[in-house]
């Protein structure tokens, strides 16, 4: 006989701290169970959950500029800070302002790859259309505001990711040729690596 822990365990599955969704066919944005099957955001569970991001955000010891990152940024700065244990989060990137006029701006500079410029992109699936269509959407934007984006990371998290679709990206500058970039990178589990773009 199993304990109604263990079938609620058994039922749900987690989707980042403290956020458990019903594993039984999310619904998605549009109310289905089909078509992107991106899950709606989910609110905070507690009043502390804002505090909890706070708290997070405030142990990284970088520079924001005052502004509050979202969970998604927190996360990939924590995993950013882990590939380089021995320099402080500090010195490894800055957070960039934004711009007071309501600018698209790129999201941090990399001091420790060179001082590179880095829009950062979080999909919600580990696959190359979905990074595609926030990178394409991001360039498409900024471009209108004469703003460049050309320097990507993709954060997917600690999703795994099917080598296929790293391929994929690897072809975005072919595919892509009106929103081309110059770098390009993925996250993956922690570890950097950098697309070699075809």
Known sequence: MTTIAAQTAAATRENGPGIVHAADQPKTLSGGEGGSGRVPAVPPQHPDDET????????????THGERLTPAEIEFCERLGGVYPDIPLSAVLEWIPKD??????NDFVWLANHGLVIELKSPNSPTA????????????????QGVVKNNFIVDFGD?????????????????QRDTKVSLLWVMVKGKPQEIDLE
């Open 129 to 144: 259309s979905a990074a595609t269509r926030l990178i394409r959407q991001a360039i498409t934007k900024a471009r209108r």
């Open 100 to 105: 007071k006029t309501m600018k698209p701006t």
């Open 159 to 175: 999703q795994d990711v099917n080598p296929g679709e790293l391929v994929e990206l690897a072809r975005y500058n072919v595919v």
């Open 52 to 63: 909890l991001w706070r708290t997070r955000q405030d142990a990284l010891d970088i520079k």
